[in-house]
């Protein structure tokens, strides 16, 4: 429900297709996973390796 929701209000808000919110909505997602990687998963590695 929670993305039924928030897909409806960004529509709505920026006047722009379900193609693109999915395609934004995917890019937020991709933007998330690379700087979870960056400041938290790779810090922790490479303290577990040394």
């Known amino acids: ?3 039924t929701c928030l897909t409806i209000r960004l529509q709505k808000d920026f006047k722009i297709s ?4 999915q ?3 995917a890019n937020i997602l ?6 979870f990687n960056e400041l ?5 590695c490479e303290q577990i390796i040394l």
């Open 1 to 3: 429900k929670v993305e």
């Open 18 to 21: 379900l193609a693109e919110v």
């Open 23 to 25: 395609t934004l909505m």
């Open 30 to 35: 991709i933007q998330l996973i690379l700087a």
């Open 40 to 44: 938290i998963w790779k810090p922790r």
